[in-house]
């Protein structure tokens, strides 16, 4: 991952604070890793659907992202098939299925440690004019600005 689309990433205050990890990005596509700990869990005790959705929504922020030009998603939907407990380890590959002007689809399908699907996300991005480079001087002007 080059060092604009990582540092842009970093300033992902969600992805942080849950403990998301990128492990591959390459040209409409990306994998992202979460462990499941207790601020994931749910009242009854196992991954909240929040969690999942938050990983799948992330995965596929990086890999809409990856082109260099700034995406934002207009549509989500997930599926959950399986719960997982503390302790598991979730991994998100999201896929490019369609790019087409402004707009692009994905697939994001999540796996826990076994290989077995654990949920699986569609989504659509639009994608801005703005690079993810202008997005990060920007907020570098902003934090800068914000700065007593």
């Known amino acids: 991952m080059d060092e604009t689309l990582q540092e842009y990433f970093a300033g992902d205050a ?15 596509r990306a994998v992202v890793e979460m462990p499941i700990d207790e601020r994931h869990l749910n009242g009854l005790g196992i991954a909240h ?7 799948a929504d992330f995965c596929h922020a990086v890999a809409s992202n990856a082109s260099g030009r700034v995406a934002v998603a207009i549509r989500c939907g997930i599926s959950f098939f399986k719960a997982v407990s503390p302790g ?8 490019e299925r369609h790019a087409g002007g402004p707009l692009a689809e994905y697939d994001i399908n999540i796996h826990d440690a076994e290989g077995t699907l654990v949920a699986s996300m569609q989504g659509m991005v639009y994608r801005k004019k703005e690079t993810v480079a202008q997005a990060l001087e920007a ?10």
């Open 88 to 95: 598991a380890v979730l991994t998100a590959t999201a896929t």
């Open 14 to 28: 969600v992805a942080a604070n849950m403990g998301m990890r990128i492990v591959e990005v390459g040209p409409g």
């Open 49 to 55: 659907g929040a969690a999942y959705f938050a990983l």
């Open 139 to 148: 907020r570098h002007a902003a934090e800068n600005n914000q700065q007593p």
